[in-house]
């Protein structure tokens, strides 16, 4: 058990503090480790940095708009120097993440919000009124205005692909465009699905292949990038609602309205494994970080973990309270944190061995998301009334970002993190070792 007043002592020594209607203090919180590992044994892992070794500071707070009920969405760029926000009903602004200051506002027809960085951070991707538009992020020029015809769904979400020379655009019906980035002219019309419910789209990690997802016709489909013809159709009982590709882009994974998840070949759609196990729907999947293991969130309240090139279940990750709606694997590959339906908690545990390592618990309301940092240290937990800050590695709590909430996001270098905050702001903080 932890001994709150020694760690409040901790926390106040160590974690430094800009005033800007925002503080850093200890919630009501309880942290809980598995036996295997008690507190007095996490000096001697690997890691030796300890949570109180980290200071936390409020570097910027930014004014994304007069609208302060609205929720931002918050995008970095690949290298971490801009940082693009927007709420729909004002321009999307472009910051410097450094030094917190506006560098540019995108003047667009519409409304629109930021959603995705090219891979090389040249260009960014904004999404509004069933339209996406592609934007010169050094200048804030519109490069593109991806409309689209009839035969296009609304371009709800976008996917750049590996290379960032295509762009996918989709959104809730059956279909979605495949466009060049350089000229902005339509490609493809891919999906082609037959009922309602479009899902997902999704580009292989080689980049040669597009997997798309229907609830409506029970079916995922495989194009080729290039061409956008069809190669093969992935029929099902359910419908489907996730798909995923393996890191050697040679495997495609689903899972549908059932409780069992797919394996199939990406090359010629035929079925390799089955992996069954669950009782009920699965929710969300997640490849490890080497590509080696999936996890599984499911209905049934449970994990699980599973060796992508055998089919086989490694553990199941029982203890959850409720479904399982959400699982994520730390930079590292070594912890998976899981959400379940309280939804107040969090939980993270040990790959190698299934067992759990913390509980993590110190949220009022429902916890929205959950997100490790690039560099393996931290664990942000983010929701309507605060953002958390934990050890990724023990659990260890580490700061309550008074003022803050969600969406939370790391920079790719993992030492700064964003936040949603108060009267329509959105919160810089270093996060630093000491």
């Given at each position: 058990?932890?001994?709150?007043t020694?760690l409040?002592?901790?926390i106040?020594?160590?974690i430094?503090?800009?005033?800007l209607?925002?503080?850093?203090t200890?919630p009501?919180?309880?942290t ?12 001697m ?12 500071r409020l570097r910027a707070a930014?004014t994304v708009?007069s609208?302060t ?15 693009a ?7 999307v ?16 027809e519409?409304?629109?919000v930021?959603k995705?960085?090219?891979p090389?951070?040249r260009?960014?991707a904004?999404t509004?009124?069933g339209i996406?538009n592609?934007?010169d992020?050094e200048?804030?020029q519109?490069?593109?205005r991806?409309?689209?015809?009839k035969?296009?769904?609304n371009?709800?979400l976008?996917e750049?692909s590996?290379?960032?020379k295509a ?8 279909n ?6 350089q000229s902005g002219?339509l490609?493809?019309?891919?999906g082609?699905?037959?009922?309602p419910?479009f899902?997902?789209a ?9 997997v ?9 489909k495989?194009?080729s ?11 099902h009982q359910?419908?489907?609602h996730s798909?995923?590709f ?16 797919r394996i ?7 079925l ?5 196990g ?9 490849l490890?970080?080497d ?5 599984t969130?499911?209905?049934d309240?449970?994990?699980?973990l599973w ?6 279940l490694?553990?199941?990750?029982s203890?959850?309270?409720?479904a399982?709606?959400n699982v994520?694997?730390s930079?590292?590959g070594?912890?998976l ?7 107040d908690q969090?939980r993270l545990w040990?790959?190698?061995?299934g067992?759990l390592?913390a509980t993590l618990?110190?949220h009022k309301n429902?916890i929205?998301?959950?997100s ?8 942000a937990?983010s929701?309507k009334?605060?953002?958390?800050l934990?050890?990724?590695?023990s ?6 970002l008074?003022?803050?909430h969600?969406?939370?996001?790391f920079s790719p270098?993992?030492r700064?993190?964003?936040?949603g905050g ?5 919160l810089?903080?270093?996060?630093t070792?000491k």
């Amino acid at each position: 058990m932890i001994n709150l007043t020694a760690l409040t002592g901790i926390i106040t020594n160590v974690i430094t503090l800009c005033v800007l209607a925002a503080v850093v203090t200890e919630p009501a919180f309880t942290t809980s480790f598995a036996r295997k590992y008690p507190s007095r044994t996490l000096a001697m892992q690997t890691r030796q940095r300890r949570p109180s070794e980290i200071a936390v500071r409020l570097r910027a707070a930014l004014t994304v708009n007069s609208h302060t009920s609205d929720t931002p969405l918050i995008r970095f760029s690949p290298d971490g120097r801009t940082l693009a926000t927007g709420t729909g009903k004002e321009p999307v602004k472009l910051w410097d993440s450094k030094t917190g200051k506006l560098r540019i506002k995108v003047i667009q027809e519409g409304a629109q919000v930021p959603k995705a960085f090219s891979p090389d951070g040249r260009i960014l991707a904004t999404t509004g009124s069933g339209i996406a538009n592609l934007v010169d992020s050094e200048t804030g020029q519109l490069i593109a205005r991806l409309a689209g015809n009839k035969n296009l769904s609304n371009a709800d979400l976008v996917e750049f692909s590996p290379d960032g020379k295509a762009v996918l655009t989709y959104g809730p019906t059956n279909n979605a465009g495949l466009w060049d980035t350089q000229s902005g002219g339509l490609r493809a019309v891919i999906g082609k699905h037959k009922g309602p419910g479009f899902i997902e789209a999704v580009f292989s990690p080689n980049g040669q292949t597009i997997v798309t997802a229907c609830d409506g016709d029970k079916t995922a489909k495989l194009w080729s990038a290039t061409t956008g013809q069809l190669r093969a159709s992935l029929v099902h009982q359910v419908g489907v609602h996730s798909v995923l590709f393996t890191a050697d882009s040679r495997r495609v994974v689903t899972a549908s309205l059932d409780d069992v998840g797919r394996i199939w070949d990406a090359e010629t759609g035929q079925l390799r494994d089955t992996l069954q196990g669950h009782r009920n729907t699965i929710y969300e999947m997640a490849l490890s970080p080497d590509g080696r293991l999936l996890a599984t969130a499911s209905r049934d309240g449970t994990a699980k973990l599973w060796d992508v090139s055998t089919g086989k279940l490694k553990s199941t990750l029982s203890g959850n309270d409720g479904a399982v709606l959400n699982v994520t694997f730390s930079a590292d590959g070594r912890t998976l944190a899981t959400l379940s339906g309280s939804k107040d908690q969090a939980r993270l545990w040990n790959v190698e061995t299934g067992e759990l390592k913390a509980t993590l618990s110190g949220h009022k309301n429902r916890i929205d998301e959950i997100s490790f940092s690039p560099d393996e240290r931290l664990l942000a937990s983010s929701g309507k009334d605060a953002v958390l800050l934990w050890d990724a590695f023990s659990g260890e709590f580490v700061a309550r970002l008074q003022g803050a909430h969600g969406p939370a996001e790391f920079s790719p270098d993992g030492r700064t993190l964003a936040t949603g905050g108060e009267k329509g702001t959105v919160l810089l903080w270093d996060l630093t070792v000491k």
